[in-house]
C-alpha cells in the first residue's frame, strides 16, 4: 500500500524491499525443488528395490520349477 511514509523514501530504499522479497521467494523455491528432487530419488530407489525383490522372486521360483 502506497502511504505518505512510502512516498518520502529514496529510490534505493523503495527498490531494496522488492530484492529482498525476491531472494527470499528464490530461496523458498530451491527449498522445494530439492526436497523435491529428495522425494523422487526416494521414490525411484523404492521402485528400483521392489523391482529387485519382485525379478529375484520369479528366478527363484523358476529355479525351483526346473528341478
Do not use: S
Not at 524491499?17 to 522445494?32: D, G
Not at 523435491?36 to 523391482?51: D, K, P, R, S, Y
Request: hydrophobic share 50%; glycine share 6%; proline share 3%.
Amino acid at each position: 500500500m502506497v502511504n505518505r511514509e512510502y512516498l518520502d523514501l529514496r529510490p534505493g530504499q523503495i527498490r531494496a524491499e522488492p530484492k529482498a522479497e525476491l531472494v527470499e521467494a528464490r530461496a523458498e523455491i530451491l527449498r522445494w525443488i530439492i526436497g523435491a528432487i529428495g522425494f523422487e530419488t526416494v521414490v525411484v530407489n523404492g521402485a528400483v528395490a521392489a523391482l529387485i525383490r519382485l525379478l529375484h522372486y520369479v528366478h527363484r521360483r523358476c529355479a525351483e520349477d526346473d528341478r
